[in-house]
């Protein structure tokens, strides 16, 4: 039997990105620990959705304490990397008008996770990696009844600041692990830039407003049935 709506609910992505990349995190050690091969796809995601985790937090941050005014649009249309500078210049509630510092930890690993994130999402024509063809042996289709040249790609090519490995084959849980842990520590700092305002219960929280008065609440994730809690598949 459907429930009659009474309340319009917010949808916390922050929060659900960042549960994501753990669970992938985890899911990405299981597999290692059973030597399979699958590790890697879900380092992947995690790294993925350690980026969308920052992605979604700023833009969070810009939609809650940003007032629009002229030119608001081209805020919205600002790159992820752009948005993070300015948010603590532009919603700050305090005078220190002080923002990251571009060409240290945590951000230059932080611009660097963009690149890998583009580099798996938005590939361009010809994009490569190296591999070596062996002609003495091949893999055979039984399906097909064909038999296709073996071809290996060539571990070792590493982002340089984050040492995460350029093929994805190649990815493991510790550059999960990495990536979850720039994103944190974007989180941290952001902390830092807007005292009072970035706190974990404002991370955490959600927005309830009634249909029928208008009036709104917050709540907390764990009131939400139906999605998941941190303490979940630990």
């Known amino acids: 039997m459907n429930k009659k709506a009474t309340h319009n609910i917010e949808l916390n992505f922050y929060y659900l990105h960042s549960n994501d990349a753990e669970k992938f995190a985890l899911w990405a050690k299981r597999e290692e620990e059973q030597k399979s091969k699958l590790k890697s796809i879900h380092a992947r995601h995690a790294i993925l959705s350690a980026v969308f985790t920052c992605e ?8 809650d304490f940003y007032i629009p005014k002229s030119g608001s649009d081209s805020i919205e249309r600002l790159s992820l990397y752009d948005k993070w500078i300015i948010a603590p210049l532009i919603c700050t509630n305090n005078q220190r ?9 945590p951000f230059q690993s932080f611009a660097e996770l963009i690149k890998i ?4 999402v938005h590939p361009k024509p010809d994009t490569y990696v190296d591999g070596a063809l062996d002609e003495d042996s091949t893999i055979t ?34 550059h999960a692990d990495k990536a979850i842990c720039i994103a944190k520590a974007m989180e941290i700092k952001l902390k ?28 907390t994730i764990d009131s939400l049935w139906g999605g998941y809690t941190p303490y979940e598949d630990r």
Do not use: H
């Open 141 to 174: 289709d039984i399906e097909a009844k064909t038999e296709y040249t073996w071809v290996d790609i060539i571990k070792g090519k590493i982002w340089p600041q984050t040492k995460i490995p350029v093929n994805p084959f190649e990815l493991c849980s510790k």
């Open 56 to 63: 979604s937090l700023i833009n969070l941050v810009l939609a």
């Open 117 to 120: 994130r583009n580099w798996l």
């Open 97 to 105: 008008m002080t923002t990251f510092d571009k060409s240290a930890d």
């Open 192 to 219: 830092e830039l807007m005292p009072n305002q970035i706190t974990d219960d404002w991370l955490n929280r959600i927005k309830c407003k009634d249909k029928k008065t208008g009036s709104t609440k917050n709540i």
